[in-house]
């Protein structure tokens, strides 16, 4: 409890979480504090790119075997994942089909935000992590998508061509997501190129990195407490699942670290990111393939509970739970 407690206080008073926090402040006050749409958008890629690449970097030399099975395990847990969310959506808070399907794939796949923050919080207390982790991020964006189309019934009520029309524009969507390009991307250049690539490119992928996390996570906090105040239909008793569902999908990413051999910062990420949830490539990807969905719903609880709750919170948690489980 006391490791916890150490790191919680550390996380908290880091640049990156006040800066959030900063962000969150300005909203509940109704500040005029806003990121310009094209500055925000440059960061995003900035970060994808640079966490992709430092992902390929760290990967050479990596054991092959590994890898694949850490690969093939990602897919399994964000299949399986969403089917957990939509069980509890439906049985216990009663959920429509549609909409308990619709948060289950943003809690199946997973937030490249969170993992950026999680990262930069283990290497500032010199926890080391395996490279492929980067890879297995990108990978669990779409199979939760497709898990969480299945479970809503997504297509029933269409034609035939309409719904092959609509979901093979989904799924190239899917496939074409900016943030999985920039990840893959960066990783395989980062693979390519290794340490000779990383010397010619540190200052702007290692030194400015911070910065511009920093940066990004103010405008995430403006987003987040605004976000959450546009929802004011969500009922109360659905925010306990934007906690919930965190924490158990943390044990699920932990237990399956354990089970693959990850070092202590590895099973501490794949902890990660079995416990956060999408609100940038979901959302996009199911406003075309779920229209009737209720985005209010998902992305409320994904960015406004769910993010901040494993920033603030989760992060020394999983940590704390890591070294329990895996050890270091």
Request: hydrophobic share 55%; aromatic share 8%.
């Amino acid at each position: 409890m006391s490791d916890f407690i150490s790191l919680a206080a550390g996380n908290l008073i880091s640049p990156m979480i006040l800066c959030f926090a900063l962000g969150a402040i300005a909203a509940l006050l109704r500040s005029d504090l806003e990121i310009p749409e094209g500055a925000a958008r440059a960061l995003a890629i900035y970060l994808m790119f640079a966490i992709g690449f430092k992902g390929g970097t760290a990967m050479q030399g990596a054991a092959g075997g590994s890898v694949a099975l850490g690969l093939i395990a990602a897919l399994s847990l964000s299949f399986a994942q969403p089917l957990l969310a939509f069980l509890l959506l439906r049985g216990i808070w009663r959920l429509d089909r549609l909409n308990a399907g619709a948060i289950a794939a943003h809690y199946g796949s997973v937030s490249v935000v969170t993992f950026v923050t999680a990262a930069e919080f283990l290497r500032s207390r010199d926890v080391a992590f395996e490279g492929h982790l980067v890879a297995m991020l990108a990978l669990m964006e779409t199979p939760a998508i497709i898990s969480g189309l299945l479970l809503a019934g997504a297509g029933r009520s269409q034609s035939a061509g309409t719904a092959q029309h609509e979901h093979g524009s989904f799924l190239r969507e899917v496939l074409v997501n900016g943030s999985v390009m920039l990840l893959l991307g960066g990783f395989v250049i980062g693979w390519i190129t290794g340490d000779a690539g990383m010397v010619k490119v540190k200052p702007f992928v290692q030194d400015l990195f911070n910065g511009a996390l920093c940066l990004f996570l103010l405008d995430m906090g403006l987003v987040a407490v605004r976000q959450g105040r546009a929802a004011r239909g969500l009922k109360p008793t659905l925010l306990l699942f934007g906690i919930i569902m965190p924490l158990l999908g943390g044990a699920l990413g932990l237990g399956l670290g354990k089970l693959l051999g990850l070092s202590l910062g590895g099973a501490t990420l794949l902890a990660v990111l079995g416990a956060s949830a999408s609100y940038i490539a979901v959302p996009a990807a199911l406003r075309l393939a779920l229209p009737a969905a209720n985005p209010a719903l998902s992305v409320t609880l994904s960015l406004a509970v769910t993010f901040p709750f494993n920033v603030a919170i989760g992060l020394p948690l999983y940590l704390s739970a890591a070294r329990i489980v895996v050890g270091g």
